[in-house]
C-alpha cells in the first residue's frame, strides 16, 4: 500500500510560480511510476505530467510543456511539480498519483493523493 500526501498549493498571480510536492510513504514507493493529473470545476480530471521510477524518463501534457518540470528525490520519496508562468487556466486541484507501471498506463494508477488546490488569478 502506498498513501500519498500533497502540499503547495495556493494563489498566485498569473506569470507566477508554484512547487507542489507529493509525499509517498510505502516502503516500495520509490519503485513506480509517479505522476500529477489536475481537474477543473466541471472539467474532467486531466494528465499534466508523469516520471519514472528512476527519474530517467518524463512525459508532460502539450498545455505544460516549456512550463511546468516534474522531478522526483527517491531518497525522500518524493515528486515534485514546478509550476512556473503560471496561467489563469492552470487552476485546478492538483491530485498525485503513484503505482503505475510506467509513465504510459499512469492513469491507471492504482494510488492517489487527495488533492490540492492551485488558484491563478488574473
Known amino acids: 500500500q502506498v498513501q500519498l500526501v500533497e502540499s503547495g498549493g495556493g494563489l498566485v498571480q498569473a506569470g507566477g510560480s508554484l512547487r507542489l510536492s507529493c509525499a509517498a510513504s510505502g516502503r516500495t514507493a520509490s519503485s513506480y511510476a509517479m505522476g500529477w493529473f489536475r481537474q477543473a470545476p466541471g472539467k474532467e480530471r486531466e494528465f499534466v505530467a508523469a516520471?519514472?521510477?528512476?527519474?530517467?524518463?518524463?512525459d508532460y501534457a502539450d498545455s505544460v510543456k516549456g512550463r511546468f518540470t516534474i522531478s522526483r528525490d527517491n531518497a525522500k520519496n518524493t515528486v515534485y511539480l514546478q509550476m512556473n508562468s503560471l496561467k489563469p487556466e492552470d487552476t485546478a486541484v492538483y491530485y498525485c498519483?503513484?503505482?503505475?507501471?510506467?509513465?504510459?498506463?499512469?492513469?491507471?494508477?492504482?494510488?492517489w493523493g487527495q488533492g490540492t488546490q492551485v488558484t491563478v488569478s488574473s
Open positions: 498519483a503513484a503505482g503505475a507501471q510506467s509513465i504510459a498506463t499512469m492513469a491507471a494508477a492504482p494510488y
Open positions: 516520471i519514472s521510477w528512476s527519474g530517467g524518463s518524463t
